[in-house]
């Protein structure tokens, strides 16, 4: 009986899978295999991504290192003279630079440069505007100190010469502070005007006309000269500045900027900073700044 049983088993047909299974599960396998080369092309294509995101951040991390290294590495302070600077990027390098130099024994220059938009464009054309600055014409005989117009003009005329994009200008003031005298001469072209806070509790724009660099040849910049006394400030700013303290920056709103700068009247420049920079932190948060923004707080103490 055991033998019969055996025989019996074996005699069994194998199972089949009904007529057509057999080939559906190939065509599945085969489109698997073929999602899995796909995927492989994809994850060496990430790996690829992520190799020239990490080299670009790189880039861009040394190229922010390069700007902070041509600002002053410390301020001229001079007498009664001091200067306090605040200086935020809104990505990795800004389209806003400045420089405070001393230009000889009773003089101390200051300017500051805005070009249009952000990034590495605008901050490339910053730098050819600090190059370009020209505040002394030297000869044989000696030196002589420029005015701001002309070293406005001379600067306007430069970028011109350069023949870029119609889109490419900047906004920038230059000034000058007699540090014997406290008399400021300045000139600017498209920047916001400078404001004064006197230490007699007042706050005043100073005005100077003139138009933004490297659009119109030939461009006029006016003079502007004011009498700085004991326990002033001059407050000299980029407009991010006043987009900071807006809704939008479609929607700018000056007066916003000019109270923030009223409550902190009482504040020494060093605190009004560090303060002024803790503001934006919380207005804004410190990660996504809506613009590049400095600022140059020049003290008469």
């Known amino acids: 009986m055991e033998v019969q049983g055996q025989v019996d088993r074996a005699a069994k047909p194998p199972l089949l899978l009904p007529i057509g299974i057999d080939q559906h599960l190939d065509v599945l396998q085969a489109e698997i295999d073929e999602l899995k080369d796909e995927i492989n092309v994809l994850r060496r294509r990430d790996e690829t991504l992520n190799f020239y995101m990490h080299r670009l951040d790189e880039e861009l991390r040394l190229a922010a290192r390069l700007q902070q290294d041509f600002l002053p590495k410390t301020l001229p302070q001079i007498g009664a003279v001091h200067f306090h600077t605040l200086f935020r990027p809104a990505g990795y390098v800004s389209g806003d630079l400045y420089d405070v130099m001393r230009l000889d024994e009773s003089h101390v220059g200051f300017y500051m440069a805005d070009a249009v938009g952000h990034g590495v464009p605008a901050a490339l054309l910053t730098m050819f505007i600090k190059n370009a600055l020209v505040t002394k014409h030297i000869d044989p005989t000696g030196y002589r100190l420029l005015t701001p117009v002309e070293a406005m003009t001379r600067l306007n005329d430069l970028l011109i ?141």
């Open 161 to 301: 010469q350069q023949n870029l994009s119609a889109s490419t200008f900047a906004t920038a003031i230059y000034g000058l502070i007699n540090v014997r005298t406290h008399t400021l001469s300045f000139a600017r072209g498209g920047h916001p005007h400078p404001i004064l806070l006197g230490s007699d509790g007042t706050t005043r724009e100073l005005v100077a006309d003139g138009g933004l660099l490297g659009v119109f040849p030939g461009e006029t910049y006016s003079p502007a000269t004011v009498q700085l006394s004991p326990g002033d400030r001059l407050i000299v700013y980029s407009d991010g500045l006043e987009v900071a303290f807006s809704d939008s920056p479609e929607d700018i709103n000056p007066q916003r900027w000019r109270e923030e700068l009223d409550l902190r009247r009482g504040m020494t420049p060093a605190d009004m900073v560090t303060d002024l920079s803790a503001r934006l932190d919380r207005e804004n948060g410190s990660l996504m700044p809506k613009d590049d923004l400095t600022m140059i707080v020049i003290e008469i103490r």
